[in-house]
């Protein structure tokens, strides 16, 4: 069961190169997040999407871009990598809330990326 | 945004020992959700919680929802070493979006053999 898949897992790149994080799901889950973690911050929000081909904007959104072509991956898109941007990442996906119950948030284990 | 005040922020226990961190917020939750994250790996539901005065158990690890809807607990009895991890609290907040969490910063669980 992989669940959900985050590539590559390490990247180190220099300041003002673009890059591109992967992450695909096999859950067939409608919607798909992409969080960064900092020490002490805990997880923020940078996009989601709730469904195919729909993205929308999450709480610190600046300086990335995303896009949901299919409904498995979700990709977050880095166009001018900046040193404040190194942090992990991850992705998690989620299904759709059956009754009343909000179901829980899937995550990968993490894309580590290093901004030099 | 809406925030979440989890504490306490680091522990160091013995082996065998008891745990008990928490979280509260200015808003009310309409569902409770406890993470653990390994060390180099995403986090991992543990527990959820769907209504207020919920007292729900896995294993070691009890987890209640706060009677105002406003805070909620986990504890961890007998800890062991596999315990070592950051434990967030995490929910979608009322009168936000359901498939939109807020997390707390964490609680880094420290077990000495």
């Known amino acids: 069961n992989a669940g959900v898949t985050q590539t590559p897992k390490f990247r180190v790149l220099k300041t003002g190169q673009s890059m591109t994080l992967l992450c695909a799901q096999d859950?067939?889950?409608?919607?798909m997040y992409w969080y960064r973690q900092d020490p002490g911050m805990g997880l923020r929000l940078i996009h989601y999407?709730?469904?195919?081909?729909?993205?929308a904007k999450g709480e610190v959104p600046d300086g990335y871009n995303v896009s949901r072509l299919k409904k498995q991956n979700f990709l977050l898109g880095l166009e001018s990598a900046a040193p404040s941007q190194t942090s992990v990442y991850f992705c998690a996906s989620m299904s759709t809330k059956q009754g009343t119950r909000n179901q829980p948030q899937h995550f990968g284990d993490g894309t580590r990326l290093s901004i030099l | 945004g809406q925030q979440l005040n989890q504490s306490p922020q680091s522990m160091f226990i013995q082996e065998g020992e008891d745990v008990s961190m928490n979280c509260t917020s200015s808003?009310?939750?309409?569902?409770w959700l406890w993470y653990k994250q390994d060390p180099g790996e995403g986090p991992v539901l543990l527990i959820a919680?769907?209504?207020?005065?919920e007292l729900t158990s896995n294993g070691r690890l009890t987890a209640q929802f706060g009677i105002t809807r406003k805070d909620s607990f986990l504890n961890i009895s007998a800890s062991i070493p596999s315990d070592v991890g950051i434990y967030f609290c995490?929910?979608?907040?009322?009168?936000?979006?359901?498939?939109?969490?807020?997390f707390g910063k964490g609680t880094l669980l420290t077990v000495n053999p």
């Open positions: 995490a929910g979608p907040f009322s009168g936000g979006s359901n498939y939109k969490l807020t």
């Open positions: 919680l769907y209504k207020a005065g």
């Open positions: 808003s009310i939750f309409n569902t």
């Open positions: 859950m067939n889950h409608e919607y």
């Open positions: 999407s709730v469904g195919e081909g729909t993205t």
